[in-house]
């Protein structure tokens, strides 16, 4: 079983920046790709950004390329979002989630992944 908790959200001008983390319990975390999704208000839970277990491969959606960055320690048992150049669009509930199947393909969709956090609030001010 793995527990995943985020932290790091808050309230950021436009343009400014926040580092989100994802900080696990379970040894087997370090083996699972981890993925960071969003949720606005009235809209669905979207994927962001993934990291492949070892944190060499990693996936980003179009709308965040070259602002946001994923990465992860397995030292630490933590996974991190940097967010550069926040938007006000970017306005969400922030989860973490962790996919426990041993695969060399990284997951986008929501369904693909099996332990998620509680969730860390991201707001953006314009």
């Known amino acids: 079983q793995v527990q995943l908790v985020e932290s790091g959200g808050g309230l950021v001008q436009a343009g400014g920046s926040l580092r989100l983390s994802c900080a696990a319990s379970?040894?087997?975390?370090?083996?699972?790709?981890v993925g960071w999704f969003r949720q606005a208000p009235g809209k669905e839970r979207e994927f962001v950004a993934a990291?492949?277990?070892?944190?060499?491969?990693?996936r980003y959606v179009e709308s965040v390329k070259g602002r946001f960055t994923i990465s992860r320690d397995n030292a630490k048992n933590t996974v991190y979002l940097q967010m550069n150049s926040l938007k006000p669009e970017d306005t969400a509930v922030y989860y973490c989630?962790?996919?426990?199947?041993?695969?060399?393909?990284?997951?986008?969709?929501?369904?693909?992944?099996?332990?998620w956090g509680q969730g860390t609030q991201v707001t953006v001010s314009s």
């Open positions: 989630a962790a996919d426990r199947r041993i695969t060399l393909e990284i997951m986008t969709s929501r369904d693909e992944y099996d332990y």
């Open positions: 990291t492949s277990w070892s944190g060499g491969n990693t």
């Open positions: 379970g040894r087997t975390f370090s083996r699972y790709h």
